[in-house]
């Protein structure tokens, strides 16, 4: 199993500001997943970040928008760029063997 | 594309009552699936799993049910308490190995009647 500590918790933004969120994971793992979780919808997978190379991301989603660092083996954050009321949602970072283990997740508002 | 879905978006049982969530799946390559569980605030948690050489799993009050045949999972939880109360999601590993995203279906939430 992993441990994921996920922060911020949740918070508040303007629209047109971006927010960073981080992700540390209590062991080295290869591979780390952020999911975005819409208001009452199941997650749908925005990127994989791998250390050492750029994050590969799902069709509708772009690094513009949702940049990601990887500087280690345990650590990774997911950028929020030029939030819109839209980009309200839930946000997850996730590791795999077989199963995921998540973070508690980002509960982000754009006012 | 090929997706995992539910059948039913909400269920409400009485406590004590056994409940029944339903998944169908339509990657006949996946061979690996999880039920999560995610409570209010919280991020997914693992339930039970199950590999497509089997049909089916059991762990503490709850089962798992995988049918190829037809691609369908289920997760049958026994006296559903109130704090089985969540939204639970079905996952498959539609690529055969680790280190590899999750494909989740739509949730069901369930509601236990005190």
């Known amino acids: 199993s992993a441990v994921i500590s996920q922060k911020p918790s949740r918070d508040i933004c303007q629209r047109g500001t971006s927010l960073t969120i981080q992700c540390q994971v209590d062991s080295q793992v290869t591979m780390m997943f952020w999911y975005r979780q819409q208001p009452g919808q199941s997650l749908t997978l925005i990127a994989t970040?791998?250390?050492?190379?750029?994050?590969?991301?799902e069709s509708g989603f772009v690094i513009d928008k949702f940049p990601i660092s990887r500087p280690n083996l345990t650590f990774s954050t997911l950028t929020v760029s030029n939030m819109s009321p839209e980009d309200s949602s839930i946000y997850l970072c996730?590791?795999?063997?077989?199963?995921?283990?998540f973070g508690q997740g980002t509960r982000l508002t754009v006012v | 594309g090929e997706s995992v879905g539910l059948h039913l978006p909400t269920l409400s049982v009485q406590e004590g009552d056994n409940s029944i969530i339903n998944c169908a799946y339509s990657?006949?390559?996946?061979?690996?699936f999880i039920w999560y569980k995610q409570e209010s605030g919280k991020g997914p948690q693992f339930i039970i799993d199950?590999?497509?050489?089997?049909d089916k799993r059991q762990g503490q009050r709850v089962t798992v049910l995988l049918n190829k045949t037809v691609k369908h999972l289920s997760l049958q939880i026994a006296a559903t308490q109130p704090g089985d109360s969540a939204v639970y999601f079905c996952?498959?590993?539609?690529?055969?190995?680790?280190?590899?995203?999750?494909?989740f279906g739509k949730g069901t939430r369930l509601s236990v009647i005190a």
């Open positions: 970040a791998n250390q050492g190379s750029e994050a590969t991301y």
């Open positions: 996730s590791v795999a063997n077989t199963e995921a283990f």
């Open positions: 199950i590999r497509s050489n089997m």
């Open positions: 996952a498959e590993n539609p690529r055969r190995s680790g280190n590899t995203p999750l494909v």
């Open positions: 990657n006949s390559a996946s061979d690996y």
